[in-house]
């Protein structure tokens, strides 16, 4: 480290990029920088430009520009690019330098990008982001697992970050994040695929009255928009992530249909490109049922 500062970087500048590096004190790092493929695509790089600009993090142009010298790399790329992102940087890490690997993959992929990292002589530690990134940013609850996951929490804490060890085996944290999305991802779906039907019947509200008679604690409606929203402007992501989820069921000798269907309800949403609009269940449903063509 140059004076105690840490030198980090990022593969993949993205919504959790931003807000990570939005939350941390400048008086604990020093010259934040970051590569993100899509810059060889001038119109998508508007976004990771735009957050370039919001963070104060320099946007490279090649991997080993972002890559030189850093403590410690945030890999935050789509579930479905984790293991290439950790083959395209591995000539370029520092020696000894942390991967972070903080994708929602399968342990079995984790453990894959495990072994070119460490191979590079890299440190691997296996990352799950257990919240929304949003609004908590840098502080939202992280699990860390891996051989190296002591020396990871150490820089974590001194981000201010929000991080406990789960296991010494990397697939430790990876694990709780893919199964706890069955219930998470699924459940979203399954909202989908009865209120949208509800919605083009015309019967949503006998069927949100029902379930509300049948479980009062819930406030349908808005769970229902709320759901739909997330759907609505994260389905690719989480339709990448479901996938994963469902080779760790395979990893588990398990069957993975409905993990496998909650993907697709997730990929058909988010393909619509659909803004959130209105917080509210029937405009969503509206938009949603206008476009939508399984």
């Not at 970087?9 to 920088?33: D, I, P, Q, Y």
């Not at 691997?124 to 990871?152: E, F, N, Q, S």
Request: net charge negative; charged share 20%; aromatic share 6%.
């Amino acid at each position: 480290m140059s004076d105690n500062l840490l030198r980090i970087a990022f593969v993949g500048f993205g919504e959790a990029a931003e807000a990570f590096a939005k939350g941390w004190s400048r008086a604990v790092t020093t010259g934040l920088r970051a590569f993100d493929e899509k810059i060889d695509d001038p119109q998508a790089m508007s976004l990771p430009l735009s957050r370039s600009e919001a963070t104060g993090v320099s946007l490279s142009l090649d991997r080993a520009t972002a890559l030189e010298g850093a403590d410690a790399v945030f890999c935050l790329v789509t579930a479905d690019r984790a293991v290439l992102a950790a083959e395209e940087a591995a000539p370029y890490l520092a020696p000894d330098a942390l991967w972070l690997d903080g994708n929602s993959c399968s342990p079995g992929a984790k453990r894959r990008a495990a072994a070119v990292i460490e191979a590079a002589g890299g440190r691997y530690v296996d990352v799950a982001i257990m919240a929304p990134v949003y609004p908590r940013m840098h502080r939202t609850p992280l699990l860390i697992a891996g051989p190296h996951a002591d020396d990871a929490l150490a820089v974590l804490s001194a981000l201010g970050m929000d991080a406990q060890v789960s296991g010494g085996t990397v697939g430790d944290a990876s694990a709780i994040k893919m199964v706890r999305s069955v219930m998470i991802k699924g459940t979203e779906a399954l909202f989908a695929e009865c209120l949208l039907a509800a919605r083009r019947a015309g019967i949503e509200d006998r069927v949100l009255g029902s379930l509300q008679a049948s479980n009062p604690q819930i406030d349908w409606p808005r769970q229902a928009a709320y759901n739909l929203e997330r759907m609505m402007v994260h389905g690719r992501r989480r339709a990448a992530e479901m996938r994963e989820v469902a080779a760790t069921l395979t990893e588990l000798d398990l069957p993975n249909g409905l993990a496998s269907a909650t993907a697709d309800w997730q990929q058909w949403i988010g393909e619509l490109e659909l803004p959130a609009g209105e917080d509210s269940f029937a405009p969503r449903a509206d938009a949603i049922l206008s476009g939508l063509r399984p």
